[in-house]
């Protein structure tokens, strides 16, 4: 005898009416609202290790821009079937200048532009750039500049290839906690 024979028909729609209501619950979400993450790599360093378990918040950004200094996730803008992790460091219509391993911004509020403090960063790599970034875009660096393939490499990130940001590590268990990356 199966299972299904055992129980009775308002059994049997009742336990359907259960799987409807979770996939009802559960689907948007997942698609919607959060998702989770591993990152792969040492680009965010120390920050975030190889193998760790993120949830993303996919629904902030519809609300508030993405701010200085905040790490997000988002579709690499050359291949959109894969995604990143990185932080924000210019934001629309900044020119960022760097040099050696200063980082200065340039924006409304500060003309003579102000050199950007990074006690998150590991790996200094000397590099030049002056970029000017459009209304909708964002320039963005790993913590592990040695390591990481980013905004210097590859220009600009749109806003509209942004996913979401890290709102909680589940992975690995001695690092978990709400609002990971913020220094």
Do not use: C
């Amino acid at each position: 005898m199966s299972i299904f024979s055992k129980l009775n028909k308002s059994e049997i729609w009742e336990f359907l009416k259960l799987i409807i209501v979770s996939l009802l619950i559960i689907v948007p979400i997942r698609l919607y609202i959060a998702q989770p993450f591993i990152v792969k790599g040492s680009s965010m360093d120390p920050s975030f290790y190889n193998g760790d378990y993120l949830i993303v918040d996919e629904l902030s950004y519809h609300f508030n821009k993405p701010k200085r200094g905040e790490v997000v996730i988002f579709r690499y803008p050359l291949d959109a079937s894969k995604f990143f992790i990185k932080r924000v460091i210019g934001l629309p219509g900044e020119t960022i200048s760097i040099e050696g391993d200063t980082v200065t911004i340039f924006n409304s509020e500060h003309p003579d532009g102000f050199v950007l403090r990074e006690d998150y960063m590991r790996g200094a790599i000397f590099s030049n750039a002056k970029v000017i970034l459009d209304a909708q875009e964002y320039y963005v660096m790993g913590d592990n500049r040695s390591a990481s393939f980013d905004s210097r490499y590859w220009g600009a990130l749109a806003e509209d290839k942004i996913i979401g940001r890290a709102v909680a590590r589940l992975w690995p268990i001695a690092s978990m906690g709400l609002w990971p990356g913020i220094k």
